[in-house]
């Protein structure tokens, strides 16, 4: 059974940092596209970053290009999202998503595995 588990999450002050991470079990890391998304209170869930199942292509929202950045260490199974200069506005609960494929998309419908997702808040 494929599983996949977010943490880093927490409460952080606007302009700080934080690092997710998602660790992947149950299957193969290689051919395996991933994807973080994250859903604010009332709001729709949305893309964030994603990358291809050997990171050589990665895709971002426009609204954290040049801040986020996304990185997986296939020795680890584990994939990463590295956060700066967080806002208010990035308050969120994350989820990572992973799909069997070679491919790279900001399409949530791409991706068949999904963790519990971890809980970011950034306080002003």
């Known amino acids: 059974q494929v599983q996949l588990v977010e943490s880093g999450g927490g409460l952080v002050q606007a302009g700080g940092s934080l690092r997710l991470s998602c660790a992947v079990s149950?299957?193969?890391?290689?051919?395996?596209?991933m994807a973080w998304f994250r859903q604010a209170p009332g709001k729709e869930g949305e893309f964030v970053a994603a990358?291809?199942?050997?990171?050589?292509?990665?895709l971002y929202a426009d609204s954290v290009k040049g801040r986020f950045t996304i990185a997986r260490v296939d020795a680890k199974h584990t994939m990463y999202l590295q956060m700066n200069r967080l806002n208010v506005e990035n308050t969120a609960v994350y989820y990572c998503?992973?799909?069997?494929?070679?491919?790279?998309?900001?399409?949530?419908?791409?991706?068949?595995?999904w963790g519990q997702g971890t809980q970011v808040t950034v306080s002003s």
């Open positions: 998503a992973g799909g069997p494929g070679r491919y790279t998309s900001q399409r949530g419908v791409r991706y068949s595995e």
């Open positions: 990358s291809s199942w050997n990171s050589a292509n990665t």
């Open positions: 149950g299957r193969t890391f290689s051919n395996y596209a």
